[in-house]
């Protein structure tokens, strides 16, 4: 077992969202790389689409209203886990 967080990705195969569960898995896979220990992808029904860290919740595209900005989700990601991490320009203010 890793001390790394582990990643999963849960997409609904109803609405044909696994390609964009396996984009997001690549963003956090390029940004993030060696720092997790895993990115998984969960096939699931009924308009899911989750991302957990560790078994937690950080984004419900029913509760937090859509798909997440891959910018934001890797925000979320990273407060959560190594909030003193430098995301380079996602990090600037507009």
């Known amino acids: 077992m890793s001390d790394?967080?582990?990643?999963r990705i849960?997409?609904?195969?109803q609405c044909n969202w696994m390609l964009r569960a396996a984009w997001m898995a690549q963003e956090l896979l390029f940004s993030f790389g060696a720092d997790l220990g895993e990115?998984?992808?969960?096939p699931g029904t009924g308009g899911i689409y989750?991302?957990?860290c560790d078994g937690e919740l950080i984004w419900e595209r029913k509760r937090d209203g859509g798909?997440?900005?891959a910018a934001e989700l890797?925000?979320?990601l990273r407060d959560r886990v190594w909030p003193e991490k430098q995301l380079g320009?996602?990090?600037k203010k507009p």
């Open 39 to 42: 990115v998984t992808l969960v």
């Open 10 to 13: 849960i997409y609904c195969t």
């Open 74 to 76: 890797k925000r979320r």
């Open 50 to 52: 989750e991302v957990h």
């Open 89 to 91: 320009h996602l990090d």
């Open 67 to 69: 798909f997440p900005e």
């Open 4 to 7: 790394k967080p582990s990643i």
